[in-house]
């Protein structure tokens, strides 16, 4: 959720990734720290296990400027990775032994649907004709629609710009759908959204019909997670 209702809509805007990524470690780092200190203060050493402080030595470093910890005091071992791994090992070690054959029966009674000690969700669909069933049911909620280039104006233009799609709509005065659009948007909203309007125009001017018979767009607005920059970008009407 953090990532698409905060860092996307930053990329769009153009902040730098850098300062996005260094961002993220300090948040991970106060959260943390804030959560293991229970407002008591973080003193002496400190090991830092696992593999994101092994793996990210950019996060390590955040804990000790945090912390105020040195490289001596604010400790990532050579092994730092796998010492969690080690330890469930340890745990394995001295408990009881089992042969091959034991532990193969145990994962798959594991994966068996009998087994009580997992809470299982009823399947979505039961079989072909349940599935049949619910497209049914659901294909009868259709947006109305009519041909564009036999719709006089005003037009209504509704886009939502998306984490990673971007999706458009035009509508009469009558609320009925006249041409749509759906791309991906390849990291790339203000191209995306220039791709999407040159689609529009050329289904507007196609054989001088639409324009013909009166066609302009009246409005337009925007939503999703793009919607202050294409809102600026291109002038839209609100968001």
């Given at each position: 959720?953090?990532?698409?209702?905060?860092?996307?809509?930053?990329?769009?805007?153009?902040?730098?990734?850098?300062?996005?990524?260094?961002?993220?470690?300090?948040?991970?780092?106060?959260?943390?720290?804030?959560?293991?200190?229970?407002?008591?203060?973080?003193?002496?050493?400190?090991?830092?296990?696992?593999?994101?402080?092994?793996?990210?030595?950019?996060?390590?470093?955040?804990?000790?400027?945090?912390?105020?910890?040195?490289?001596?005091?604010?400790?990532?071992?050579?092994?730092?990775?796998?010492?969690?791994?080690?330890?469930?090992?340890?745990?394995?070690?001295?408990?009881?032994?089992?042969?091959?054959?034991?532990?193969?029966?145990?994962?798959?009674?594991?994966?068996?649907?009998?087994?009580?000690?997992?809470?299982?969700?009823?399947?979505?669909?039961?079989?072909?004709?349940?599935?049949?069933?619910?497209?049914?049911?659901?294909?009868?909620?259709?947006?109305?629609?009519?041909?564009?280039?036999?719709?006089?104006?005003?037009?209504?233009?509704?886009?939502?710009?998306?984490?990673?799609?971007m999706k458009a709509v035009l509508?009469?005065?009558?609320?009925?759908?006249?041409?749509?659009?759906?791309?991906?948007?390849?990291?790339?909203?203000?191209?995306?959204?220039?791709?999407?309007?040159?689609?529009?125009?050329?289904?507007?001017?196609?054989?001088?019909?639409?324009?013909?018979?009166?066609?302009?767009?009246?409005?337009?607005?925007?939503?999703?997670?793009?919607?202050?920059?294409?809102?600026?970008?291109?002038?839209?009407d609100g968001g």
């Open positions: 959720m953090f990532a698409q209702s905060d860092v996307r809509p930053l990329l769009n805007e153009g902040a730098s990734r850098a300062d996005i990524a260094a961002s993220t470690f300090q948040a991970v780092v106060n959260q943390c720290a804030a959560g293991l200190a229970c407002g008591r203060d973080i003193k002496g050493k400190v090991v830092m296990l696992g593999g994101p402080l092994y793996f990210l030595e950019q996060l390590a470093q955040a804990f000790r400027n945090t912390l105020g910890l040195t490289e001596e005091t604010g400790i990532v071992p050579e092994d730092a990775h796998l010492y969690v791994a080690y330890g469930a090992a340890s745990i394995g070690y001295q408990s009881r032994r089992m042969n091959i054959s034991e532990l193969e029966k145990r994962i798959l009674a594991l994966d068996s649907k009998s087994d009580d000690m997992l809470d299982r969700l009823d399947p979505l669909f039961n079989d072909p004709d349940d599935y049949g069933e619910f497209k049914k049911e659901h294909e009868q909620f259709n947006l109305p629609s009519a041909w564009m280039w036999h719709s006089p104006g005003p037009f209504y233009l509704g886009v939502d710009s998306g984490s990673t799609t509508i009469n005065s009558d609320g009925q759908m006249l041409w749509s659009y759906y791309s991906h948007n390849e990291g790339d909203v203000i191209t995306s959204a220039k791709l999407m309007l040159r689609d529009l125009y050329q289904s507007m001017l196609f054989g001088h019909t639409a324009v013909q018979h009166g066609a302009y767009i009246a409005k337009a607005a925007v939503t999703g997670y793009g919607e202050d920059l294409l809102k600026q970008a291109f002038c839209l």
